[in-house]
């Protein structure tokens, strides 16, 4: 399932929901990202971010996401999938992205988790603006993420 | 066509939407962005990277040489940063 949501959401009851299984699922993998309070790759005197807006492209995320749920389904026998990104103003600490995949085994489920959010990072039209004392600024795309989504083109089954 | 612009690309031209009809020598999307280049100083600004410039057509990515001669919505955005 894709959500693609401006409400902040419970991470924990998001997951507990996840979780209530049929009991043919034997593992569950999470991931969450969160907002950071700095600027950068490193907090060492990095200028601090009060709040950051996520923009994106209603209509083609949801078919991004879609996708890419596809893709993983494709890739590997999981029993559900759940992608959850929200959009709009949030502070630091907040839940941006939570990612939920469920499977037979821990394989499954941990390696398409990882999967989903690598490619959603380079795939999905989201753009981040952080707010900071000097004012404004649009993320940059990092070279680091293109790598992270090349290394699963290259490992496709 | 419509024309969709985000994030950075948007503040430059000023506009987050426009509606164009395009000469018939518009064939590509780079021949687009050149194009759309010269419709004002703002376009001028948001299009004078375009290695840093990302194009949908109609809600699917679309490299430089894609044909926009069918194309009901062409976006331009920067490289994606979610998640």
Redesign the interface.
Known sequence: MIRVQQAAFDVGAEIAAFTQGTGRVGGVATFT?LVRDYLGETPEGAPPVRAMT????P??TE?QLERIEAEAHRRWDLADVLVI?RYGRMAPGEP??LVCTSSAHRAAALESCQFL?DW??????????EETPDGDH????RAA?DAATARWERSAP | MKV?Y???LRDRVGTAEETIETPAEVATVADLMGWLAGRSDGHAKAFATPDQVRC?ID???AGPDASVSDAAEV?F???????
């Open positions: 990202g996520l923009e994106h492209y209509g083609m078919r990104h941006i992205v959010i959603l990072k380079t795939k999905a039209p989201f753009w981040k603006r649009w993320v940059e795309a993420d | 969709l985000f994030a950075w949908a809600q699917a990515f976006a955005f920067p490289p994606v940063t979610g998640g």
